[in-house]
Each structure stands twice: as structure tokens, then as C-alpha cells.
């Protein structure tokens, strides 16, 4: 699921990632091309959100659209799922 850390949208100018981003951001984003039900969309639990992008994803596949989130390069993460950086020697 650090994946999701790799999977960014922009929102009034701001980049945010689907790992970190506040529900009501990830909910306002999201709300542009797609409804959602079944989901408390004030919280938006990790879990959810995967399973949201996948669907999505596989939706956008199957149709021939462009996927509406920036795919970006997998981040090391630690256990809880913050993006470790790496010191350049």
C-alpha cells in the first residue's frame, strides 16, 4: 500500500498523494469524474482508497481513458508508511 504515496494529484494548485492526502481533498478531487457509494468519504481509510484507485484504474483501462492521477516512481517507505529519504553521498 506505500504505493499509494507514488500516486499524485493536483487540487487549486496543490500536489497531494492518495497515501497522505486529507479525505475532503482526495473526496473533491476525485468528485470531478466519478461518484462513490458505500464509501464514508470523510475519512476514506487507506483500504478504501486502494480499492477505489484499482477499480478506477482497471475502469480506464477497459475504456480507453487516461488515468486521472500522476503515476510516479516507487519511494521507500518505512513499516508505518513514511517515505524514507535516502542521504546522497
Not at 484504474?57 to 513514511?82: I, L, M, R, Y
Request: charged share 20%; net charge negative; with cysteine.
Amino acid at each position: 500500500m506505500g504505493d499509494l504515496v507514488c500516486i499524485t494529484f493536483t487540487l487549486s494548485g496543490t500536489l497531494y498523494d492518495v497515501w497522505t492526502s486529507q479525505a475532503v481533498d482526495f473526496q473533491s478531487f476525485i468528485a470531478q469524474f466519478s461518484t462513490t457509494s458505500n464509501v464514508d468519504t470523510k475519512r476514506w481509510d487507506v483500504f478504501e482508497r486502494l480499492d477505489f484507485m484499482n477499480d478506477l484504474h482497471a475502469f480506464c483501462v477497459k475504456n480507453s481513458f487516461p488515468f486521472p492521477f500522476q503515476v510516479n516512481p516507487p519511494v521507500e517507505t518505512d513499516e508505518q508508511g513514511d517515505v524514507v529519504k535516502k542521504v546522497e553521498k
